[in-house]
């Protein structure tokens, strides 16, 4: 069974810029659904109950054909908000550290130019979706994905998500996304995208 991880930081602690009460909903209803909608789904299944979420999702064939589609939007839901949590908090550094920052200089030119690159990716993605900088290979890549499809399920791994369903913003920022997105890069956590990267380079040794 799957089951909702607790955010590590209070609804609150976002403040002002995701403020309280969307992340008390994005949290408790919509993640919380997605969790509960792919228990559902997978009922009896016990092999892939008790997988990872992230594997389960970088797996999709290992899925019977009928479920997924399910897996693909319910799985993805609860893959992708695992991560965005993760991606943020109240305490972030300005910047990214000297490796990640190497790093993005050396596939973006330099840290405003990957920032607007970012910002423009999750502004242009058309209707619900998710913006990412992704690892392919040896480089890092923008890329946005319609719905709850994870970069997974291509075989790239997301190490910065955003959310830019309405549903991550409506209740503060109305239909002002690129508001949102901009208050949003104000709480990225920076080091757990370079954990993140490390994790995917170590995967790749292996
Ligand atoms: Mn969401």
Same mark, same amino acid.
């Given at each position: 069974?799957?089951?909702?991880?607790?955010?590590?930081?209070?609804?609150?602690?976002?403040?002002?810029? $995701?403020?309280?009460?969307?992340?008390?909903?994005?949290?408790?209803?919509?993640?919380?659904?997605?969790?509960? !909608?792919?228990?559902?789904?997978?009922?009896?299944?016990?092999?892939?109950?008790?997988?990872? $979420?992230?594997?389960?999702?970088? *797996?999709?064939?290992?899925?019977?054909?009928?479920?997924?589609?399910?897996?693909?939007?319910? %799985?993805? %839901?609860?893959? *992708?908000? +695992?991560?965005? =949590?993760?991606?943020?908090?109240?305490?972030?550094?300005?910047?990214? +550290?000297?490796?990640?920052?190497?790093?993005?200089?050396? *596939?973006?030119?330099?840290?405003?130019? &990957?920032?607007?690159? &970012?910002?423009?990716?999750?502004?242009?993605?058309?209707?619900?979706? =998710?913006?990412?900088?992704? @690892?392919? %290979?040896?480089?890092?890549?923008?890329?946005?994905?319609?719905?709850?499809?994870?970069?997974?399920? +291509? %075989?790239?791994?997301? $190490?910065?998500?955003?959310?830019? =369903?309405?549903?991550?913003?409506?209740?503060?920022?109305? !239909?002002?996304?690129?508001?949102?997105?901009?208050?949003?890069? *104000? @709480? @990225? !956590? =920076?080091?757990?995208?370079?954990?993140?990267?490390?994790?995917?380079?170590?995967?790749?040794?292996?």
């Amino acid at each position: 069974m799957f089951s909702l991880p607790p955010l590590p930081y209070d609804y609150a602690a976002l403040e002002p810029f $995701i403020d309280t009460e969307t992340m008390r909903i994005h949290h408790t209803k919509h993640h919380a659904a997605y969790v509960q !909608n792919l228990n559902d789904a997978l009922k009896g299944k016990e092999d892939l109950l008790n997988m990872d $979420i992230f594997e389960l999702i970088s *797996n999709l064939k290992k899925v019977p054909e009928e479920l997924q589609t399910k897996v693909k939007n319910q %799985g993805g %839901g609860h893959a *992708n908000h +695992s991560l965005f =949590w993760k991606l943020m908090t109240p305490k972030p550094a300005k910047t990214p +550290s000297h490796l990640l920052m190497s790093l993005i200089k050396k *596939n973006f030119k330099d840290f405003k130019e &990957f920032q607007e690159e &970012f910002s423009a990716t999750a502004m242009g993605r058309f209707g619900s979706g =998710w913006a990412w900088l992704v @690892v392919h %290979g040896k480089k890092l890549e923008i890329i946005d994905t319609p719905n709850q499809e994870s970069p997974l399920s +291509s %075989g790239l791994t997301p $190490i910065l998500a955003l959310d830019v =369903w309405e549903h991550a913003y409506y209740l503060r920022y109305q !239909n002002r996304r690129a508001e949102y997105i901009d208050a949003w890069w *104000n @709480v @990225v !956590n =920076w080091e757990e995208v370079e954990n993140l990267y490390s994790a995917a380079q170590k995967k790749k040794t292996k």
